[in-house]
């Protein structure tokens, strides 16, 4: 031990206590939205706030099967009745007429306030007349069987006109008292959490409270009663991803890592080397933690994930070091050829780091400090920490039959280049669909489960919220009054189809202004007697018989305007709760948009029809987002970015190696085999169908810089017969440590990580057999003697 | 009147309908008129169209409120209530689908959702097959007078059903149905006057 490496050793000693002290202090999260980007306008803001907080992040999807229709509706009640006293719970809706009662007489009571047909045309002579003669006539239909009892106290019809603005989305069918499937095989709950779509813990405990309720009501059926509970909803969806995320990162560290240390132990053939050799990994892996957990305040699971691939890439260093420090010439020859490896690599992952999407830039910062601290660690640590008479086994032999197949495998240099070029034209000629643009193909969740999914919220008819209007403003009343105003240029759209109809927090509880306006209509009841015998001249219903209609009239004229503590216990408080909110200082205002069923294009809202209405909107910042459209949006944008920044990624890798080599014809050589093994692994996914995402783009930049290290291998100044046998087997070994460690990945079940694998593990390999084939077909072609 | 009482109603009225345009066929013979033999008449029935009169005597009301359309029936599920006057409405039956316009509004139920109300309409198909068993769960039948002028009353066996209705009288002569009276629950009734203008072509 050198008295120059005592410091280093401390500095190193220091440097690692203190990433450990980071790592601990860490915050993990496997929370998807924590991937999802940091918005730039409003529309996607809202967005995102929808997806991390909103009704929808908050709704669970809830099944049963098996059994017969009433034990399934039995359940359905026992299942909602314990939920509905779960303060877990905010909204649980089963078909069940809980709230029917107090909504009805809550909408009857406060009709006139609530009813924008309120005003005051209404209420003179002639619109009463005609008003009344309406209602008159719709009591020869049989529609009057529901109006007739109620007739004496609303002539006009004012609650008949708040039904049908209320009444108008689909409903789920019904078997038993309760919401089923179409085909009634299946009972149907609904279940909001109070819990936000980002406080995972909580909606993980939602859930098993549910399933526990599940268990005890089914409990109490006979016997043999086979029934089974189905879970869906983003809030289930998150928490699945959580614990799969948890779980697939455990194990895919523990697989590689075993396979890595047997792939190790067979190469070294000593446990000393092993756990030296793995000395520069785990400096490398603390260092990504730390540095991302100091940059970004958390760190992703799937970011830790990715790491575990690190391991692939920086076992390599050492790898070189151990085998070829044996050979001649020892690190001196290999040492510059592993930094301008790690320097190509901190370009391709640089570019990374400048991205906006959070996932992106966390992966480009651990990769770059994980191989900055690996590679500095092979570089000063390990040499010094190497017993005296350190030695692996030789692998000279196993070199020199390498070589031999480095020769034989240049025989194949023409059938490769023209994989290559064939996988170009393939790729050329589906350059159309090359990347997979929908933001869904990041999604964790199963296919299976999402199918789940679309069958339950099919027979639900739960709102697809993809198109909505937003308006914000300083407080809830002021927010109130902006959805009005939405709403009123809405509602011409719902009259001439454009719009099948929508929802607006201002139909439950309209604003104070609203409602004093409305109050102010009404006349008082001397006024409202002396015109009704006029309005009723020729009906069948005399005006002596519409005393309670006054008598309503004036109370309504007395009465408070409707406050949101007098929707508790109807289902209008969870309407207006789920619509209107509180984000930050700000008030917000969803009007969720329905596509029209019926007419020139059903199930298809007239976009433009809309931002026309809303256009110049009093106090016109009501934003009309269409969400699917604006997430693919988003994706499409970060996905450019992303492709830029390879690009500019690429651009720093070959400034990297002009610099470097100084000689275009040496860029050029190194580059040629990673762009074949590149255009070979997109050519290859194309053909299995595969649309390229964000994260395939990341694992070609991988395949790049691992790649890089290979070729510069390949094209150093071996003996004029390529690389010297150590250097061959260290790159074998190393070549076989990556494709383990990605290869694993591949056979992952969350996307994301599967997509890195499938596309780093091939490449890898390729990228070592492009190097080989076509390294400078040097000396031998000349003539130089075999050995 | 709570939405599923109302189904129940206009249901109820349909199937009332349903059997009476079922009612257009060859008169069976002069006496010993059985509800076997009308049941018999009725299976035979594949289609019928007839204008109609109602007139509904409601409490609330110093007139009784009159509309008038065309009623159509085909075999094997579908009937129609068009009331053209005094506003247009329609209200078609088919299958299990419960279909009612209104102006520009529309919607429509699904009578299975609704398990009760859905035995009526077994029954009523049950009448047009002349599947006496299945309409005498739903409702008790008793028919009165001879072939030339009887009357057929209908008294709903559900619960739910009589709490809106207490009876329907269909009455007809021969082969050919005059009206059909449906009292109800709280005392208002209406009529409805039939005449049969044909078979659907």
């Known amino acids: ?278 000395l520069p990994v785990v400096s490398g892996a603390l260092a ?36 070829q420090s044996g050979t001649r010439g020892g690190r001196d020859t290999f040492w510059p050829t592993i930094r301008l490896g790690v320097l190509t690599s901190i370009c391709g992952f640089g570019a990374l780091m400048f991205s906006g999407f959070p996932g992106l830039a966390q992966l480009g910062l651990y990769s770059i400090a994980g191989l900055v601290a690996a590679a500095l660690t092979t570089r000063f640590i390990l040499p010094q920490l190497l017993p005296a008479g350190f030695a692996i086994r030789d692998v000279t032999p196993l070199g020199v039959r390498l070589r031999g197949l480095a020769a034989a495998v240049r025989k194949l240099r023409w059938p490769l280049i023209a994989l290559a070029c064939a996988a170009g034209g393939v790729v050329y000629a589906q350059r159309d669909r090359l990347w997979n643009h929908e933001l869904a193909a990041l999604s964790p969740v199963p296919p ?16 697809d919220v993809r198109y909505m209007v937003v308006v914000r403003a300083a407080d809830a009343e002021a927010a109130l009054q902006a959805a009005e105003a939405a709403s009123d240029r809405l509602q011409p759209l719902v009259e001439s189809g454009a719009i099948g109809g929508f929802e607006s927090p201002s139909l439950y509880l309209p604003s104070r202004a609203r409602q004093l306006e409305r109050k102010a209509a009404l006349p008082d009841a001397a006024e409202l007697r002396a015109r009704l015998p006029e309005a009723t001249h020729g009906l069948p219903l005399p005006a002596t018989r519409l005393e309670p209609f006054v008598d309503d009239v004036a109370a309504a004229r007395e009465r408070a305007p409707l406050t949101r503590a007098d929707l508790d216990g109807t289902s209008f408080a969870i309407a207006v709760d789920s619509l209107l909110m509180r984000q930050g200082e700000r008030w917000t205002a969803l009007l969720p948009l329905r596509a029209p069923t019926t007419g020139a294009h059903p199930s298809e809202i007239d976009t433009a029809a809309v931002r026309h209405a809303l256009e110049g909107a009093p106090g016109s910042d009501a934003l009309f987002i269409d969400m699917k459209g604006e997430s693919d949006r988003l994706y499409a944008g970060y996905f450019r970015e992303a492709l830029q920044l390879s690009l500019a990624g690429v651009l720093g890798i070959v400034a990297l190696l002009g610099a470097t080599l100084r000689s275009a014809r040496r860029v050029i050589r190194v580059l040629l ?72 990945l591949a056979f992952s079940s969350v996307p994301v990580l599967q997509a890195i694998g499938g596309t780093v593990g091939p490449g890898a390999l390729l990228a070592l057999l492009f190097a080989a084939t076509l390294a400078r077909p040097s000396c031998p072609a000349a003539g130089a003697p075999e050995r | ?115 009760a109300v859905a035995g009526f309409i077994d029954s009523i198909r049950a009448t047009l097959a002349g599947d006496r068993a299945t309409l005498e769960r739903t409702y008790a039948l008793h028919l009165a007078g001879s072939a030339e002028r009887w009357t057929l009353t209908l008294l709903p066996r559900d619960q739910r059903m009589a709490e809106v209705i207490v009876r329907i009288n269909i009455a007809g002569t021969r082969g050919q149905l005059r009206e059909i009276e449906i009292i109800q629950a709280d005392g208002d009734r209406s009529v409805m006057e039939i005449v049969a203008t044909g078979p659907i072509r």
Request: hydrophobic share 50%; net charge neutral; glycine share 10%.
């Open chain 1, 448 to 463: 299976a489960a999402q199918a789940l999914d679309l069958a339950l919220r099919t027979d639900v008819g739960a709102p």
């Open chain 1, 673 to 744: 085999p990673l762009a074949a093994s590149v255009l070979v692994v997109v050519a290859g996914l194309l053909l299995a169908g595969v649309a390229l995402t964000i994260l395939h783009l990341v694992g070609l930049l991988l395949i790049v810089a691992v790649g890089s290290n290979y070729a510069l291998f390949f094209d150093g100044k071996g003996d004029g017969d390529g690389p010297p046998p150590g250097t061959l087997a260290s790159m074998l070994f190393a070549n076989l440590t990556t494709v383990a460690g990605f290869g694993v």
């Open chain 2, 1 to 115: 009147m709570s939405r599923a009482a109302y189904l129940r109603w206009s249901i109820a009225i349909l199937l009332a309908l349903g059997a009476a345009l079922g009612i257009a066929g060859p008169a069976a013979a002069a006496e010993g008129w059985t509800i076997a033999q009308l049941m018999q008449a009725l299976g035979k029935q594949s289609s019928g169209q007839a204008t109609f009169v109602e007139r509904k005597h409601l409490a609330v009301l110093d007139q009784p409120v009159e509309s008038s359309g065309e009623l159509r029936f085909q075999a094997p599920d579908r009937l129609e209530k068009i009331t053209l006057k005094p506003r247009p409405e329609s209200l078609v039956l088919e299958g299990d689908n419960l279909t009612v316009t209104r102006g520009k509004k529309q919607f429509s139920v699904r009578l299975s959702d609704y398990g």
């Open chain 1, 1 to 278: 031990m050198t008295r120059r490496f005592v410091p280093a050793l401390l500095l190193w000693l220091a440097f690692v206590g203190a990433c450990i002290a980071v790592a601990a202090q860490t915050r993990f999260t496997t929370d998807l939205s924590a991937f999802l980007p940091e918005a730039p306008n409003e529309e996607q803001r809202v967005l995102v706030e929808q997806l991390r907080d909103g009704m929808v992040s908050r709704l669970l999807l809830v099944g049963i099967e098996g059994g017969d229709a009433g034990q399934r509706a039995q359940l359905s009640r026992g299942l909602a009745q314990r939920l509905r006293t779960d303060a877990a719970f905010g909204m649980v809706a089963n078909g069940e007429p809980v709230h029917r009662e107090r909504d009805q007489a809550l909408l009857f009571t406060h009709r006139y306030l609530l009813s924008p047909a309120t005003a005051t045309e209404r209420f003179t002579t002639a619109g009463l007349q005609q008003a009344i003669g309406e209602s008159v006539d719709l009591l020869a239909s049989p529609l009057g069987m529901l109006t007739k009892a109620l007739l004496p106290r609303d002539p006009t019809g004012e609650l008949m006109q708040l039904l049908e603005r209320l009444d108008g989305g689909a409903r789920p069918a019904t078997r038993e008292g309760v919401w089923a499937s179409r085909d009634g095989r299946r009972a149907l709950l609904l279940a909001q959490t109070r819990a936000s779509g980002s406080d995972l813990d909580r909606q993980q405990a939602a859930i098993s409270t549910l399933r526990s309720a599940f268990a005890a009501e089914a409990a109490k059926l006979p016997a043999g009663a086979d029934l089974k509970l189905l879970i869906s909803g983003a809030p289930a969806f998150a928490v699945d991803s959580r614990a799969t995320i948890e779980s697939e990162v455990t194990r895919l560290a523990l697989v590689s890592t075993a396979i890595i240390v047997a792939l190790l132990l067979f190469i070294y053939r000593s446990p000393t080397a092993l756990v030296l050799g793995l």
């Open chain 1, 288 to 323: 990504g933690v730390a540095a991302v957990s100091l940059g970004f305040g958390m760190v992703h699971g799937v970011t830790l994930g990715f790491g575990t691939t690190l391991i692939g890439e920086a076992v390599d260093y050492a790898i070189y070091l151990f085998v």
